[in-house]
């Protein structure tokens, strides 16, 4: 697998690139195809069906099915170079960087703290408003537990991989070389300014109240990236997190933070 990768990314940069970026646009456009649904056609009312109610719960299934499908088919062009030790120690950083993302919420329970202060930059809030497919479906039902799995694939599964792919062995190889040739770069080659830039863009991926988890996760994931040299470790760190995330948001309520 990793001889093919590197076959490919020498001898055919294009294809290369397209591979790298391809799943990641597909993940982003079903993103707005939720925007655009949620502004177009979707009506919060108990008497409409449950898919103008919630298209999430349509088009989250949707997406992690033909990300996956991308994945699988160009599997062999992606370069993890899996290692049980690297796998090992990336699930360790996957604990410690959910850890620093989760534990502002779990605080702003245990203090009592309010919505308003300045402490909600570094995300102290509620988080109990998102993805909750007790709203939609009945509790432990099949249609309860489809939307549940799917998500639970997505968040863990297709998200590790689609965001690890562009961030780590695209964009970081892009912004240390866009001058030049910049897929012969080796992968996690350290650079300050790789590091700026896809902490930067990682962290305005996601929403204010979780700029601060995305910045301390996003400075673990480098580490690990330039620690490694190992594309398969940062796939791992990721799915442990977000695994752990959506036990965390199921198991207390905070439904905003996935």
Known sequence: MSAESDRLRIEEPTLWVRR?????????????????????????????????????????????????????????????????????????????????????????????????????????????????????????????????????????????LVEEIFWRSFVMRLVVDWDGDYWKQPFGKPSWLSFAVVAGLFMAAHRPVDYFGAFIYGALTYVLCIWSRNLGACVVMHFVANLLMGLYAMGFGKYGLW
């Open 20 to 160: 790298q970026v391809i799943p990641f646009a597909i993940f982003m456009g079903f993103l707005l195809l939720l925007q655009v649904a949620g502004g177009f056609f979707a009506v919060d009312l108990p008497s409409q069906p449950w898919w103008r109610r919630a298209p999430e719960h349509w088009i989250y299934p949707l997406q992690t099915v033909v990300c996956l499908v991308v994945l699988v088919r160009w599997w062999r062009s992606y370069e993890f170079r899996w290692s049980l030790r690297w796998s090992l120690i990336g699930a360790v950083f996957g604990v410690v960087g959910i850890g620093f993302w989760v534990l502002p919420t779990h605080l702003f329970d245990l203090l009592s703290l309010t919505k308003d202060g300045w402490w909600k930059w570094f995300g102290f809030a509620p988080r109990r408003d998102g993805f909750n497919p007790s709203e939609v479906f009945m509790e432990g039902g099949a249609a309860w537990w489809t939307s549940l799995i799917f998500r639970f694939v997505r968040a863990a599964v297709v998200v590790a």
